[in-house]
């Protein structure tokens, strides 16, 4: 199992491009995530989805689309990048069903570092 | 993260024990975990509490839940360079999105 991938590792926009960011999972999750880090803050949800052809806002959405046309795929885009965007960028998976204690444990990828000029 | 709250920065010597502490808001979380991320890396999970807990240890880990406080602090016995890390706590709240919400991150520097 390769678990969460994302695709690309780094990338340097200028003000104005756009770009999608890809996240993978092969452990059949319902849930995914994308969630941005940034110095000093912890991650703050972007954007999520609960199941294939399904997404959400998180609590910083706004400047980001995301799709999922397939279960296994998450992206998120960027219509317009802004310098406030430059970040960390983490997608996460979880299961959907209640096996407690671990229902929220979430699997992370290894981030996608962005810097827009 | 401003619901969930950490100091940012702890300095401990290879040997010592460690201790990371938390604070957050929400009495209706479910779990509270304890995540690490490593220089360049994802977050991986460290370990959880359930809320009706007021401690779990595992092997070098303990967390103390003070549920009253809202405290969870995490203990890291001996600690190892290769611990030296971001931990990140987060709290679950039942919701249908079943998302985390994340403290701003401890990093821990261990000197040799």
């Known amino acids: 199992n390769a678990g969460v991938t994302q695709t690309p590792k780094f990338r340097v926009l200028k003000t104005g491009q756009s770009m999608t960011l890809l996240c993978a999972q092969d452990?059949?999750?319902?849930?995914m995530y994308w969630y941005r880090q940034d110095p000093g803050m912890g991650l703050r949800l972007i954007h999520y989805?609960?199941?294939?052809?399904?997404?959400a806002k998180g609590e910083v959405p706004d400047g980001y689309n995301v799709s999922r046309l397939k279960k296994q795929n998450f992206l998120l885009g960027l219509e317009s990048a802004a310098p406030s965007q430059t970040s960390v960028y983490f997608c996460a998976s979880s299961h959907s069903l209640d096996r407690a204690p671990r229902t929220y444990e979430q699997y992370f990828g290894p981030g996608t570092r962005l810097t827009v000029t | 993260g401003e619901d969930v709250e950490q100091s940012l920065f702890l300095s401990v010597r290879e040997g010592d024990s460690s201790v990371i502490n938390c604070t957050y808001t929400d009495s209706s979380s479910t779990y509270l975990y304890w995540y690490k991320q490593e220089p360049g890396a994802g977050l991986q999970l460290l370990t959880y509490i359930f809320s009706n807990m007021d401690m779990k240890q595992d092997q070098r880990l303990t967390v103390l839940l003070n549920k009253k406080d809202k405290h969870l602090s995490l203990r890291i016995a001996d600690t190892q360079t290769g611990d030296s890390a971001i931990y990140f706590c987060a709290e679950s709240r039942d919701t249908g999105r079943r998302a985390l919400t994340f403290g701003s991150g401890t990093r821990l520097q261990v000197q040799p």
């Open positions: 989805s609960v199941g294939e052809g399904t997404t």
């Open positions: 452990m059949n999750h319902e849930y």
